[in-house]
DNA sequence: CCTAGGGAGTTGTTGAACAATCCCTCAAGG
DNA sequence: CCTTGAGGGATTGTTCAACAACTCCCTAGG
């Protein structure tokens, strides 16, 4: 088979790989990176280079930094000028600022809520579900992710695009924080049973009591985490 | 003159031109397109074609479009998969968004201030004085945008990087929705003098009351402009 | 009037090239 | 021994030119 067609065969391949959705190429390589560094694989202090990703992911340097771009504005990558981009390490104060704004759009979204009926609830009722399923069989990792469904479907019911997108950020951005720790059943396990309390709080219409927990709640995750993460940094290298 | 050392020549003049400051070229393109847009030089609909822009610029393509990406992430520009960019032309829902993360927020950050004094009062109190100076000159631009930095501080006194820029998107979004109603007066007229009842208010450590009050502020602000939004759609094109 | 299809023009992506910067090493000097 | 500074290698920043892929508009045909 002469040279030119086989190459050729490539391509077309490779398009069909690229671009059988109907995102942009830079967009399936930022959620591929996202996805690795929501999950742990990239720890955080990781530095992800350009040369080595581009050979890994055969595409071409601008489109991986588009891809770079995307991820930094999400803040799951922080770009350093002329060092490149890293996995970022958050301290402390980036737990608390993160906790701050958690606060304030949790907290005021369940406030505000009226008119809940069960159809409305059931996304929160499964999370909540699939929580103690995980708790259950002792797969934190599971537990985690379930939580961060709980709360960002709890803000959904606030119809707001705007406010789903700056959660799902901020959640993201506090997984990179829980990857930072060691130990995820002290800092899920608690909330398995506090999320069941919310959301029996918010079927019975209960929204300011709901919030008042949800406020207690938080400060008491905030405090659970930033203890992990004491700890962490004093047993660290 | 040959001709290639005039070429390095340019090319070292630009260069110098390019990076003065410590920042990328990509940002201070994005910096210029950014006040364009903000100041309502480009209507919104507009789309910022590649092709012209690089010309007038000069940068590079690569270059521009990732001018492109940070705006756009700002919700400054849209991006339309092969269709280019363009500056969003908000409907009446966005508005409704738009506030309501806005209340979500200022009211959340003001009911939970404490510890208020002059020296941290002082940043809003030379945004009211602005303000209510541009009142008097007839200079509605610079009330707005002296209204607009009175919001920024107001949310600053919560003291999280994280609220500070998610505000900053939300009025530079907000932005938009006022330049594509025509009078400026009626929208920024109210609200100088309501600043200034705010301010008062927060002087005087009343927080609770000045969130009640911030919240019908931000009601009244949302029905106006949606009024002129309406009005400018019904005699629009 | 509606629908297919065929350019023309614009964006998406690539790969190579060079400039600018960072970081590590190593040697000279205090 | 420690500090300081000058290479040099590796990596990022930016540009350019080419081609692929897509959208939009216009036209021909039903």
């Known amino acids: 088979m002469p040279e030119p067609a086989d190459t050729a065969w490539l391509r077309t391949v490779a398009h069909e790989v690229r671009s059988f959705d109907r995102s942009s190429t830079a967009e399936r390589v930022a959620e591929l990176l996202r996805s690795r560094v929501i999950e742990g694989d990239l720890p955080p202090g990781t530095r992800l280079s350009e040369e080595q990703l581009v050979e890994v992911l055969h595409v071409s340097r601008n489109t991986l930094r588009e891809a770079f771009r995307l991820l930094t504005h999400e803040g799951l990558l922080v770009h350093r000028l002329h060092r490149g981009v890293f996995v970022p390490q958050l301290d402390e104060d980036d737990l608390v600022d993160l906790y701050r704004l958690r606060r304030t759009i949790e907290c005021d979204v369940v406030r505000r809520l009226e008119g809940l009926d069960a159809v409305r609830l059931r996304p929160l009722h499964d999370a909540v579900a699939a929580g103690e399923d995980a708790a259950r069989r002792g797969d934190w990792g599971a537990a ?72 207690a709640y938080l400060h008491d995750s905030e405090a659970e985490l930033r203890a992990a993460h004491r700890d962490r940094v004093g047993t660290g290298p």
Chains 1, 2 share one sequence.
């Open 144 to 215: 985690g992710t379930a939580n961060m469904r709980f709360h960002q479907q709890l803000v959904a019911l606030a119809g707001s695009r705007r406010i789903d997108e700056t959660t799902a950020r901020l959640l993201a951005e506090l997984r990179l924080a829980f990857h930072a720790v060691a130990v995820p059943q002290r800092l899920h396990e608690p909330y398995v049973s506090r999320n069941r309390a919310l959301l029996d709080l918010l079927t019975a219409g209960e929204v300011e009591q709901a919030a008042k927990e949800l406020e």
